[in-house]
């Protein structure tokens, strides 16, 4: 069973990472078709003001094509940082201490709610704490008049341990629901993120073993970071 387990574990990694991979390097290619095609017409451009337009551009899209591959290598080192054994309880308090400022700036309350117990995972401590700081940063954009994020963690059925994450905002639209996740898919206004924050975070979710899925609230967005808990044994992997 235990073999099972770990079989499933390494298909779900090899997938989430494939799908990412594919992600990058369609987008990649899109960005420097764009950048050559800038290039090209600034190079018959006489006009000075339309030539620094089109510069402009290149610089534009070669920042983004930077910026994804910064994404993706940042997400590559965190599977490479030997994971030991952390309270999920105690990585939920750091990013709160990382979010808390710029949320309380945007007049977004943050509430942590602990489980009554540790929550023990085998993880990268660095890799989660900056899925559930994404999560929280995002619904913090969702809710531009202010709002409330709340982080809770609690103990699942099956050996898991959950952190959730929760928003009283707009939530997400039900025909958009299923494509949160893909990779570059954003919502956002043009500049503002890659649209690989949830995809990294389904992905180091599935590295670890676990899942990242949005789940359907009345209102607001509830996101729900699901890893297996460590054996009692477990140490440095």
């Not at 779900?12 to 800038?38: C, D, K, P």
């Not at 030539?51 to 490479?80: G, M, N, P, W, Y």
């Not at 054994?85 to 942590?112: C, E, F, K, Y």
């Amino acid at each position: 069973m235990a073999d099972d387990d770990n079989d499933r574990a390494q298909v779900n990694r090899l997938a989430a990472m494939g799908e990412l991979a594919a992600g990058i390097v369609h987008e990649v290619r899109n960005l420097l078709t764009s950048v050559r095609g800038f290039a090209q017409v600034g190079r018959r451009e006489a006009d000075i003001d339309r030539a620094h337009e089109l510069f402009a551009a290149i610089d534009r899209e070669s920042a983004r094509c930077v910026d994804t591959l910064q994404s993706f290598l940042r997400f590559a080192r965190k599977r490479a940082v030997a994971r030991s054994r952390v309270d999920l309880n105690d990585l939920v308090d750091a990013a709160a201490g990382l979010v808390r400022h710029q949320l309380s700036a945007h007049d977004v309350r943050l509430t942590i709610e602990r489980a009554d117990r540790p929550l023990f995972v085998c993880a990268s401590a660095d890799a989660i704490v900056e899925v559930i700081v994404n999560l929280a940063l995002n619904a913090q954009q969702a809710m531009p008049h202010g709002g409330e994020v709340s982080v809770r963690t609690c103990a699942r059925g099956g050996g898991r341990v959950a952190a959730i994450v929760e928003d009283d905002g707009p939530g997400v639209p039900p025909e958009l629901a299923d494509r949160v996740f893909e990779p570059f898919f954003t919502t956002k206004p043009e500049g503002q993120g890659t649209g690989l924050g949830l995809a990294i975070g389904a992905a180091v979710a599935a590295d670890h073993g676990g899942s990242l899925r949005l789940e359907s609230t009345a209102r607001g967005a509830r996101f729900v970071l699901e890893l297996p808990a460590a054996p009692e044994e477990a140490g440095v992997a």
